[in-house]
């Protein structure tokens, strides 16, 4: 019983991350399959973030507020900036991979795409809605394998949030709209 429930938790996994057969030790791992897998992490994380915290004791509770002001504010940071204060905190630890989340249309500057593969990752999850992109690109001599993932306004409030910010260079963002993406980054060289 209990070796049948954990091999359909594993199959489970599995299927969630697009692994076609469980690989027979970790040196059979695909770039894809690992980005996909780095991808899953990331992305329950910033949901669990967004629901159990700001949702939870900024809408619900109204215990404190989110603020992109964080620190003036005495608030929560917001879920995409938690996001990228991990992604800052990975860098200063590992060259292994790296990750963002960018936008054609950004409120930070800083989140715009700076690589011709970024810009073309970004223009095809919003031309080919639910799909991921998957490229090599070429950086200072190095070769990557470079992921794109569709970040998705799952909420009005992501919509309505970006629609009505100072920063935002467009205004027209509606529910379910690709409204940009994750980027995960690893060397193949090494
Ligand atoms: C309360 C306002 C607010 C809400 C709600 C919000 N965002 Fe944002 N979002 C921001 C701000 C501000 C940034 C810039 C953060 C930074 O400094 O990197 C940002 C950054 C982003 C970025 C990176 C590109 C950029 O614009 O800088 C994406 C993609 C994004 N948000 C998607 C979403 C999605 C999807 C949701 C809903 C699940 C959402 N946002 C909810 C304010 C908001």
Redesign the pocket.
Known sequence: MQSKLSKSAMVAAALTIGVQAAPASAEDLSYQQVTDMLHVVMDTDRSVY?KNVVARLAAKEKVIK???YFEDDKALP????M??FGAEGVADKTDAFSYS???L????????PKTDLEKEGLQFIVDNPGENFYGEEELGGETYFTAVYP?????E??????NG?K??PRDDFELDDV???VVIRIPTDS
Do not use: Y
């Open positions: 967004t989110a603020s992109e917001l879920p995409a900036q996001f990228r989340l960018l936008s249309w950004p409120i930070n500057k800083q989140n715009a970040d998705v306004a799952v909420a409030v992501c919509a309505s949030c970006h910010h920063d935002t409204m940009g993406g």
